[in-house]
């Protein structure tokens, strides 16, 4: 049988403390019954000194972890914003791109031309292939678009969640 971690004592020293401060409440609670169900007064402030140092244990540890914590997942909130951002300044660059070269005069029978070949068929296909290279363009930009948004958002909501992480983990 193997020994437990030092995680689970802590464990399970905390949860034996906080049954014995349960018990203690309850003797309080009951005032003149606590000497009758033999919890002596002595045992009862034992347990409660134990409690107190355990908790205190953990919230110094958290208190320590606590600025590292906020600070590297400030660093990742902020780091997925400026992801999301750069992604959408690319998508707004290439989306003028592609509105100045639609402004240009026979922007695409100059294309479908470059594509054309000899061929009847070739003379056929080469219009579908510019449109449609058009339209996946056009696609691959509201990808990337709403990919950076998404992003963005999760940035943000990284950033506004390193506060109240460790502020539950105190509180508890």
């Known amino acids: 049988m193997k020994a437990p971690s030092p995680d689970e ?6 949860e034996t403390a906080r049954a014995a401060l349960q018990t203690s409440r309850n003797a309080n609670a009951l005032g003149a019954n606590a000497l009758q169900e033999n919890v002596a007064p002595r045992e009862t402030q034992l347990n409660e000194a134990s409690l107190r ?3 205190t244990a953990s919230t ?3 208190l320590s972890i606590g600025p590292r914590w906020r600070s590297v997942a400030r660093s990742i ?4 914003f400026l992801l999301g951002a750069l992604l959408l300044i690319y998508v707004f660059r290439q989306t003028m791109i592609g509105f100045g070269n ?3 005069p026979d922007y695409l029978s100059m294309q479908i031309r470059r594509v054309q070949g000899d061929g009847m068929g070739e003379a056929i296909l080469a219009p579908v292939i510019v449109i449609g ?4 363009k056009l696609g691959y930009l509201l990808a990337l678009g709403l990919l950076g948004s998404i992003v963005m958002a999760k940035g943000i909501q990284f950033f506004a969640a390193s506060e109240s ?3 539950e983990a105190l509180e508890d």
Do not use: H, L, P, Y
Not at 9 to 14: K, T, V, Y
Not at 77 to 80: E, R, Y
């Open 53 to 55: 140092r355990n908790v």
């Open 9 to 14: 004592n802590s464990m399970q020293n905390d």
């Open 60 to 62: 110094r540890s958290a």
């Open 133 to 136: 290279t058009e339209f996946m």
């Open 102 to 104: 639609f402004s240009q």
């Open 77 to 80: 909130g902020v780091a997925c």
């Open 165 to 167: 992480v460790i502020d």
